[in-house]
């Protein structure tokens, strides 16, 4: 997933931000959407480097959740930073049934 630059794109990076932030988001059991996420690439990763994308929860109160994401790589280098705001529904996971 590379750019016309050869440098890992950035919403290929994004996307990994994004999953992580999902699967942090939905993990009180019930659906949780996106409000916003707001991305600050640091450095771009080397070619063959393998990227990871760590979540957690900032804050939680009533409907809102906010989130903390850092893509880095296995090197612990600091690829790529995130704040996300979540939206969570009253409506329960459709999986957990």
Partial sequence: MANMFGMAHGGA??????????????????????????????????????????AGEVSKSGRIGTYAINVKTEGDNLIAICQALAYRKRDKLPFLD
Avoid: C, Q, R, W
Avoid at 18 to 37: C, I, K, P, Q, Y
């Fill in 13 to 54: 990076i994004f996307s990994l931000l994004d999953g992580a932030f999902e699967m942090a988001a939905n993990s009180h059991g019930t659906v949780a959407v996106a409000l916003s996420m707001n991305i600050t690439y640091i450095k771009p990763p080397s070619i063959g480097d393998v990227l990871y994308a760590e």
